[in-house]
């Protein structure tokens, strides 16, 4: 069973920046492709970004494009999402899962049941 664990949520500025980790203390994250989702509330679940097994494709939602970027470094076993120039429309709980090709692609769509594990998820509130 993998277990994953969010942190470096937080409150921040329009137009700021943070940074969002991914990481799991029980399994090698270089085998699964790794997305970030995230959800509002009254707003049903997006995937924002993911960075495939073996870090040959990624995939941003067009809401993202160009703000954010998804990085794995793999001596430390963690995912990282970047997010520059946030908006107030980017507050929102963010989740990391991860799942095992092919079944999970980072192609923009994820099948049901695509995903062996979610975190709890960190919360990101952008405001003034």
């Known amino acids: 069973q993998v277990q994953l664990v969010e942190s470096g949520g937080g409150l921040v500025q329009p137009g700021g920046s943070l940074i969002l980790s991914c990481t799991a203390s029980d399994v090698t994250l270089d085998y699964y492709a790794i997305g970030w989702f995230r959800q509002a509330p009254g707003k049903e679940r997006e995937e924002v970004s993911c960075i495939s097994s073996s870090d040959t494709s990624t995939y941003y939602a067009d809401s993202v494009k160009g703000r954010f970027t998804i990085s794995r470094d793999n001596a430390k076993n963690t995912v990282y999402l970047q997010m520059n120039s946030l908006k107030p429309e980017d507050t929102a709980v963010y989740h990391c899962?991860?799942?095992?090709?092919?079944?999970?692609?980072?192609?923009?769509?994820?099948?049901?049941?695509?995903?062996?594990?979610w975190g709890q998820g960190t919360l990101v509130t952008v405001s003034s």
């Open positions: 899962a991860a799942g095992r090709p092919p079944f999970y692609s980072c192609s923009g769509d994820v099948p049901l049941g695509a995903l062996d594990a």
